[in-house]
């Protein structure tokens, strides 16, 4: 925000602030920023917490987190597509579908060497691989799309916002608010939470680590499955979908704490916006949104290490 | 001892790039050795194909090490395809290294053509094969956005034209951008701005709110990647009050019309084949069997097949050899007719080769076309004179450009 | 000039709303073992890490050998001579354990006054001698029992050669029989001399400790924390006397 | 019984932890491990508990250090060495572990409730919550501080009053007093006495060996993971060379 | 005469009592000769390029261990020291005219100055945030490739740069002797005393600072020395493509090191070599699967790591030798005792 600022106080005052044309133009222009913001933030926003949440209990990275978003979408793909249901059945068979898969892959590849950070996240990069070259065999590599839950748009101050759009954005603030609440809430929150930092203890307190982790794993899968459905409507369905927002989804994580879902979300928005203020002033430099918003993230780590939200102490007493 | 001539396609087969390459190529083996091959002086010789995954988006590594296989082990005598101008560069090095003719069918950067000039010794094997150079495709462009501005101007009386040039990230659309705001004002338009998304944007619903809060009429695309997709579907779906011509290559390929669910329509762009239209006697035969046979229409990288048919094929029956140092000068100064058009290989100010793919009236030209309800038109060229004193150009199966209703109904009152 | 060997002026330290360390004062000479006591969380660990420039303090001195050292670098102050052990053990854990206490001899301090020593290792094994783990000292250090862990944290801080020797609970963990010799240890440590190629000038030292009954019996000074604050400082006798700290510290009966 | 081992054998790659050990703990007593530093006290409770089998479940495919087990372990009348680390604590039998370990990251009320994860009685909750913080007022002043910035004392507070929130039958507590100040440590001995009284079966590691031999009804003597000692602690402590060699007194 | 003969004598000692005693010694031996006799038997120019890629990432790789697995400075953008090796070279062999000798070189110093450049800022995140961070790096300077085109070429690269030597043979012991000798020298580093400290901050920082050691020091002279190494690779595969482009900053190029070095198995410098040369070849011998190629690949390593998660060359090296309980010396799986301390194995 500090760029439009910026940009008004530079205005020669003859030209700028007696203009009102101008004034209107600013007004609109802060608008427009304002709700692209919003609404990159919150895909940021629904895929970083699925994403935060299984590196928070289970202290995966889970390169293969947008993997499974793309599965997802192939999954609404084959279901409005080739059988011809209404997307709303697809959403619910490919969170299904998707988050059983996620759990399979998790018993089968993650499970077993769950001790071994690094063969862990090199296991997620192969299952990454893996589903972007299977998905590639079906469906080979040309673009598809898959179909709106709600068509159309609105005008909301005079810009154009897909319903979709504000779907994502609803479903993100749906989601922060049940996760909040299983996490700090429920018992199962305490049990991730307690997993999260110590298995070995979490043992002792009655705690099942191996199947916590497992559910974890399914919501998490089942986020990014709920991400795809209402993300992807909105891009194009290829294989290699999944590597773009991933840098973006760590980016987020880190920059919120990791392991921090009040982080994540306002990290989401943070980048969102950053990007939205890329495209909208300086258009030439569009394609720089990633590098900036991923600059602003290294700015802010280096101010706070532990990211905004994390936690963080130098010494163990 | 070998009695086939061998012909390496490389490109990134999984990708429809490598795919059309592959197909082009295949068709073309298939018609050369059902008449029984090439005469290659006494002998008769059928064409063998070899496919190379370059995998070249994800890996040049790969790509080097898929041109080194196919010429040390495979050991073609010539290669065809090639997509991704980085990869490009780096695999031509190989191919002129080992001395083998290189068709290059989808890299339409100068500096390829440019190192024939620089070094005509090494780099002679190489030869533009499809499309031709991004300056050419940049003056084909503009005369689209010129066309579909006067059809703007004269049917929605719009006195003056405002467009706004969306053009990916890459090296190949900068001179198109300089080259544009200045012949944009040329052709009585006004320039209102650029913007720049990433070549694999997926969501561009911004940059779409600030180019229709500049109120441009037009929006002159230079796409070659996937945000050409989202960035048509977002447009027909936020039904921005402007239309898009340029170069889309996405939109070039019958998939477009499902992958933005219909969204695309009207979208233009420039391409080089499309259904129902002949730039010449081969184009329908071309056309026609391709789509029999893969059921799509063939896009710029299927050019393998004249490169093939139409190039090799030829140049070798006439140098009866598969010498190469014996088939680059005859090739090079061949005129000949492909499904496309009538190539000729153009020389640089200086007289040096260039090896690359001559542009105008009676030779290659492309299309302009439109997509119309789910079918992609051919608008241009439809009495089109390069220069008053040139001939009038009419391709068959030209259709008029249709405003979207959206637009009509927004200007027209 | 009569400089103390520790100098501690105004100390103090906020967490948030708590203060941990509260305006702390004293000082100390090169000869003394003072012990460090007082209730949980009255500030200890916190002092100490002060000390060593792990925690920066919110206000305050110390100067040791006449140098102010807050604001310096951890390693600063290490390599000028104060070493000190974590009252959380914290080795490093997949290494062998000769290997912990090789880090600490690779630190410029020891390098340099152990140069006619050539052996790195060798000098290393002395220090393991002297905390008596030595027979260990290629097993990896997570295989160690809390005990044994406790001695490796005084061997790795010993290896420095320090002329200051901080202890966080030093026999927190440890058997009776081996609180015992590691009392005598150190004793025999600040009187100085050499543990095989370890070369001791006898360091200063700080312990804080709640085992009492051998605390008492190395230490000639007691110095004693509440809620941040300095409550008593004297000899033990005097302190276990000290009705306050009886109040806040020892409760009746035990000594 | 209420836990009887039996031949217990525990190795970590090729090093023998426990050896052929047996031992017992009655319903109603109080039973005190001593023993010098590496004995293996530690790893009996983390055998019994199940945590050895768990971390030789998760380190199996490692390249080194193979976790071997073997003997028997019954409580309750039931054998537990092939159920899982959890489950045996759903039946009744709760460590308290060595060196702490709070959920770091988490506040301490945080804690306390993960402790009473198997509760479901809110009541009993509420109840068990009073206790603790009447034990340790600090944690009753600070319940929103994160764990780890707790002092050690704090922090073993905390391991205690975690292990405290649950119900036991059989209350395993890992060295309770290091890090303690004296008033706090005798409070604490005092405490698990009481809970002793109200009919809970304490197993304890103690090094403090003067005041828990006051205190238990019986002990083991453990040395190089067998044990070489077993009585009430006047038998103990009469045997001059044990008095000497394993208990420093 | 005699001063050869004694080289010759001790040479033979140490083969005897030093390389012959241990397994993977010897097939370390044999690997290094194999590699230097490879093109006696072979010309077939396909190979050579394999072996010379391979050796060529085979030091980015273990360069990558060296900066993560031993100094636990998780490095997710190590492409960064790879492609700013490339691009300076690249530059200065184009602009600069300087031969392949020097340009590699100081490739590798500019590599250094990146690896100050962010090392700097990382100092003080740790694990996971600094992973992601560092990830972070390789686009950011991929923003700035694309935003100067007239500088580097933008997605082209920079082009047409010099050979790396007269002929493939001469290229494939360039990259085969730089990479033995390189590998050599990181395994030399890590066996040192600044060896001890990496690992020693790679398990506790703050420890190795009250131990005295200037951890910002050390962590620094990791960033410089693995973005030398890593640089240097750089540079070699710039001449050798003779193009330095944007792929080698990509993300894709990030993973594939950590890939390489964590199946080969970390800290250990000899398993991300080792993976290199299992990894690099296979995906060139899965070519006659074209299609399943990387499907394959994800396979294999989805596989290997299921039962070798420590990765596969600490696997091997395990079933091929035992370590000795008493005194921690390595020895055959065959011997019975310790060939030192005579201690039993079993
Ligand atoms: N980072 C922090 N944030 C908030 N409070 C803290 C932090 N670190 C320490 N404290 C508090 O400061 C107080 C002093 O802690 P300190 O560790 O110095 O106590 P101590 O005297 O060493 O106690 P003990 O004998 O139990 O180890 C404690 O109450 C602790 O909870
Ligand atoms: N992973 C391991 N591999 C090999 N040996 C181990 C391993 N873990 C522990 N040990 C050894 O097992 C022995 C017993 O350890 P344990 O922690 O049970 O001792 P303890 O009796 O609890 O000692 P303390 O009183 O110091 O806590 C120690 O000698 C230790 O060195
Ligand atoms: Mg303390
Ligand atoms: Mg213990």
Redesign the pocket.
């Known amino acids: 925000m500090i760029g439009i600022y910026l940009e008004l106080a530079c205005l020669p005052a003859g030209r700028g602030f007696g203009d009102w044309n101008l004034r209107y133009n600013m007004a609109l222009l802060i608008i427009d920023i304002v709700i692209s913001g919003l609404i990159s933030g919150s895909v940021f926003a629904l895929l970083a917490i699925g994403f935060s949440l299984i590196f928070g209990v289970a202290r995966i990275v889970n390169i293969a987190h947008t993997a499974f978003y793309m599965v997802a979408a192939y999954c609404i793909y084959v279901v409005t597509h080739k059988m011809g249901f209404h997307p709303i059945w697809a959403m619910v068979i490919a969170i299904i579908l998707v988050t059983l898969l996620g759990i399979i892959c998790y018993k089968l590849f993650i499970n077993p060497i769950r001790e071994h950070e690094g063969a862990v996240l090199i296991a997620t990069i192969a299952l990454a691989m893996a589903f972007q070259e299977v998905m590639g065999l079906i469906f080979t590599g040309t673009y598809l799309s898959v179909p709106k839950l709600i068509n159309g748009y609105h005008v909301i101050l005079g810009v154009k916002v897909f319903y979709q759009q504000i779907l994502t954005f609803c479903v993100a603030l749906l989601i922060m608010g049940v996760l909040w609440v299983l996490l700090t809430k429920t018992k199962l929150g305490l049990a991730i939470r307690s997993t999260a930092q110590d298995r070995e203890v979490a043992n002792l307190m009655g705690i099942n680590e191996a199947r916590v982790a497992m559910m974890t794993m399914g919501v998490s899968v089942g986020l990014a499955a709920l991400t795809g459905a209402v993300v992807v409507p909105l891009t194009v369905l290829e294989p290699h979908m999944w590597m773009h927002p991933l840098i973006m989804m760590m980016a987020v994580v880190v920059l919120g704490g990791l392991g921090s879902l009040k982080g994540s979300f306002l990290g989401a928005y943070i980048l969102g916006f950053a990007e939205a203020l890329v495209v909208f002033l300086a258009p030439m430099g569009a394609f720089l949104k990633g590098s900036v918003a991923l600059s602003i993230m290294i700015l802010v780590l280096l101010i706070r290490p532990e990211g905004l939200f994390g936690v963080y ?1 130098e010494e163990e ?1 | 001892g070998q009695d086939t001539i061998k012909i390496g396609v490389i490109g990134p087969m999984k990708f429809v790039q490598g795919i059309g390459h592959w197909n082009g190529a295949t068709m073309a083996a298939e018609e050369i050795n059902a008449k029984g091959g090439i005469q290659v002086g006494p002998r008769k010789m059928k064409v063998e194909l070899v496919q190379a995954d370059s995998n070249e988006f994800l890996s040049i590594t790969d790509a080097t090490t898929a041109m080194e296989r196919l010429i040390a082990r495979d050991k073609v005598h010539f290669v065809v395809g090639g997509f991704r101008t980085e990869a490009v560069l780096a695999m031509q090095d190989i191919a002129m290294e080992n001395k083998k003719i290189f068709i290059g069918v989808g890299a339409a950067h100068d500096e390829l053509c440019l190192r024939v000039a620089k070094d005509y010794k090494t780099y002679k094997y190489w030869f533009r094969g499809s499309p031709f150079n991004s300056s050419f495709l940049g003056r084909t462009s503009f005369i689209h956005l010129g066309t579909v501005g006067a059809i703007l101007r004269h049917s929605l009386n719009i006195p003056k034209v405002k467009v706004a040039i969306a053009a990916e990230k890459a090296e190949w659309t900068e001179p198109m951008i300089k080259a544009a705001e200045t012949a944009i004002p040329g052709m009585g338009m006004e320039a209102v701005g650029v913007w720049r998304p990433s070549a694999v944007a997926t969501d561009v619903t911004a940059e779409l709110s600030a180019i229709q809060r500049s109120e441009a009429h037009i929006i002159f695309t230079i796409f070659s990647a996937s945000v050409g997709i989202p960035f048509a579907r977002q447009a027909g779906e936020l039904k921005i009050p402007a239309v898009q011509v340029g170069i889309n290559v996405e939109a070039q390929k019958d998939g477009f019309w499902g992958a933005t669910r219909g969204m695309g329509n009207y979208v233009a762009t420039m391409n080089t084949y499309a259904r129902g239209v002949e730039s010449n006697e081969l184009t329908k035969a071309f056309v026609d069997t391709y789509v029999k046979r893969f059921g799509e229409t063939p896009t710029y990288t299927a050019d393998t097949y004249s490169a093939i048919v139409h190039g090799l094929a030829t140049t070798i029956e006439q140098a009866g050899t598969l010498d190469p140092d014996k088939l680059v000068p005859i090739h090079e100064t061949r005129v000949y007719k492909s499904p496309s058009g009538t190539v000729a290989y153009l020389k640089d100010a200086e007289g040096r080769h260039l090896h690359e793919l001559r542009w105008g009236p009676g030779f290659l030209t492309a299309l302009g076309v439109q997509w119309q309800d789910g079918e992609l038109k051919a608008f241009w060229p439809n009495k089109w004179k390069a220069t008053p004193e040139a001939p009038e150009v009419t391709y068959k199966g030209m259709v008029p450009y249709k405003i979207p209703p959206w637009m009509v109904e927004k200007f027209k009152k | 000039m009569t400089q103390s060997f520790l100098q501690i002026k105004g100390l103090t330290k906020n ?2 709303g ?1 203060r ?2 509260n305006d702390v004062t004293f000082s100390m000479e090169r000869n003394q073992v003072l012990g460090l006591i ?10 100490l ?1 002060l000390i060593t420039g792990i925690l920066k303090p919110d206000a305050g001195h110390v100067c040791f050998m006449g140098k102010e050292i807050v604001g310096r670098k951890t390693w600063d102050i290490v390599n000028m001579g104060i070493a000190c052990t974590f ?1 959380n053990m914290r080795p490093f854990r997949r290494l062998p354990i000769i290997a912990n206490v090789m880090v600490s001899c690779l630190s410029p301090r020891a390098m340099k006054r152990g140069e006619w020593v050539k052996r790195l290792e060798a000098k290393a094994m002395d220090a393991l001698e002297f905390a008596g783990i030595s027979d260990m000292a290629r097993e990896k250090a997570s295989t160690l029992s809390q005990g044994d862990l406790k001695r490796l944290e005084v061997a790795r801080a010993v290896a420095t050669e320090p002329e200051l020797l901080l202890l ?2 030093p026999f927190g963990g440890l058997s009776p029989a081996e609180t015992d010799l590691m009392a005598k240890s150190i004793r025999r440590l600040h009187k100085g001399g050499r543990f095989g190629r370890l070369h001791s000038e006898g360091p200063a030292m700080i312990i ?1 400790e ?1 085992k009492l009954q051998w605390l008492m019996k190395i230490v000639d000074r007691i110095i004693v ?1 509440n809620f ?1 604050n300095m409550i008593a400082d004297g000899t033990p006798d005097e302190i276990v006397k000290d009705p306050r700290v009886i109040e806040a510290y020892l409760g009746k009966g035990d000594t | 019984m209420l836990l009887e081992v039996a031949n217990l054998s525990v190795w970590y790659d090729k090093a023998m932890l426990i050896n052929q050990l047996s031992m017992g703990v009655d319903t109603g007593e109080l039973v005190c491990l001593v023993g010098p530093n590496g004995a293996g006290k530690s790893t009996l409770l983390r055998a019994i508990t199940g945590l050895v089998a768990w971390e030789k479940e998760i380190t199996r495919r490692s390249t080194h250090g193979d976790i071997a087990l073997e003997g028997i372990v019954s409580f309750d009348g039931e054998r537990i060495d092939q159920v899982a680390a959890h489950e045996i604590v759903k039946r009744g039998l709760i460590l308290c572990p060595e060196r702490r370990r709070p959920f770091r990251e988490m506040t301490v009320l945080d804690n306390l409730m993960a402790g009473s994860y198997l509760l479901k009685d809110k009541d009993q909750i509420r109840d068990n919550l009073g206790k603790v913080y009447q034990l340790f007022p ?1 944690l009753q002043d ?1 319940p929103n ?2 764990s780890g ?8 507070m905390l391991a205690i009053g975690r292990a405290l929130m649950s119900k036991p039958k059989l209350l395993c507590i890992d060295e309770p007093s290091t ?3 004296p008033l706090l440590r005798t409070e604490v001995f005092q405490k698990i006495r009481g809970i002793h009284e109200l009919g809970i079966t304490v197993l304890l590691i103690e090094q403090e060996v003067s005041t828990v031999f006051k205190m238990s009804s019986r002990n083991y003597v453990l040395s190089s993971g067998k044990i070489i000692a077993e009585g009430t602690g006047e038998q103990l402590l009469q045997n001059e060379i044990l008095r000497k060699t394993y208990l420093g007194l | 005469m005699a001063l050869i003969l004694f080289y010759l004598r001790k040479l033979f000692s140490v083969i005897k009592n030093e390389v012959l005693v241990l397994p993977s010694r010897v097939v370390v031996v044999l690997f290094f000769l194999f590699l230097l006799l490879v093109p006696l038997f072979t010309k077939d120019t396909y190979l050579l390029r394999i072996f010379t890629l391979t050796s060529i990432f085979a030091i980015l790789a273990a360069s990558w261990d060296l900066l993560s697995g031993f100094t636990g400075q998780m490095n997710f953008g190590h492409a960064l020291f790879f492609g700013v090796g490339a691009y300076s070279a690249a530059l200065l062999n184009k602009y600069g005219g300087i031969p392949p000798w020097g340009t590699v070189p100081l490739g590798g110093l500019g590599a250094v100055l990146a690896g100050l450049i962010i090392g700097i800022p990382c100092l003080r995140l740790r694990g996971t945030y600094l992973a992601l961070t560092t990830l972070a790096f390789p686009i950011i300077l991929m923003g700035l490739v694309f935003a100067f085109p007239n500088i580097t070429g933008g997605e082209l690269g920079i082009s047409g740069i010099a050979r790396l030597a007269g002929s493939r043979v001469a290229d494939y012991y360039i990259a085969v002797v730089v990479m033995l000798g390189l590998c050599t020298i990181m395994w030399k580093i890590t066996d040192s005393k600044t060896g001890i400290i990496f690992h020693a901050i790679r398990e506790d920082e703050l420890a190795v600072r009250t131990s005295g050691i200037n951890t910002t020091r050390y962590k620094l002279l990791a960033f410089s020395l693995s973005g030398f190494f890593a640089g240097i690779s750089g540079g070699i595969y710039a001449h050798f493509m003779r193009i330095a482009g944007p792929s080698t900053l990509e993300v894709s190029m990030s993973f594939q090191v950590v890939i390489w070095a964590i199946f080969g198995g970390i800290v250990t410098i000899y398993g991300p070599v080792g993976a290199v040369f299992v990894l690099f070849p296979l995906m060139e011998f899965l070519r006659f699967w074209q299609e399943y190629r990387i499907l394959m690949f994800a396979a294999v390593v989805l596989l290997i790591l299921l039962y070798m998660p420590d990765g596969l060359f600490r696997w091997l090296r395990d079933k091929i030798e035992k370590e000795c309980p008493r005194c921690k010396i390595r020895n055959i799986a065959t011997r019975d005792t310790c060939r030192i301390c005579t201690a039993s194995l079993d």
């Open positions: 102490f007493r | 967490f948030g708590l941990a360390v007082g209730p949980n969380g009255a500030g200890k660990t916190t002092l890490r009252q966080d609970e804080v709640h924390l941040g | 600090v600070r501080q994160i910035t707790l002092s050690g004392g704090e922090q073993q890090g303690l100040a």
